[in-house]
């Protein structure tokens, strides 16, 4: 499976939307082999990535809490990833 997507399940705080979106965006890129989609196929795998980010969602609803958190922070709470997109601060936990 893909390397680039990080385990969401027993992060804290928890996943937010954003993070399960850009996870399940990155899916539908890997599975397609379409990296910069363009007019109705941007607009398809959008739609997709929407759709698996909903039941992704609903998945880590369902699943029992972990003992350890994942080894590793989703792109989108590493500080370098958000001064790149132009993103505050990820706010955790323990701020």
């Keep these: 499976m893909c390397r680039n997507i990080t ?8 996943a937010t939307r954003d993070e ?3 996870a ?8 397609s082999g379409v990296a910069k989609p363009k007019g109705d196929v ?4 959008e739609d997709a990535a929407l759709k698996i980010a909903h039941i992704s969602e609903h998945l880590l609803a369902d699943l029992p809490a972990r003992r350890q958190p994942p080894k590793s922070d989703p792109p989108l709470r ?3 990833v958000r001064a790149r997109l132009g993103l505050p601060p ?5 701020a």
């Design 20 to 22: 399960i979106e850009a």
């Design 24 to 31: 399940a965006r990155q899916f539908v890129r890997k599975i």
């Design 7 to 14: 385990e969401l399940r027993g992060l804290e705080p928890p």
């Design 90 to 94: 990820f706010e955790s936990a323990s």
């Design 42 to 45: 941007a607009a398809a795998m």
């Design 78 to 80: 590493r500080p370098e």
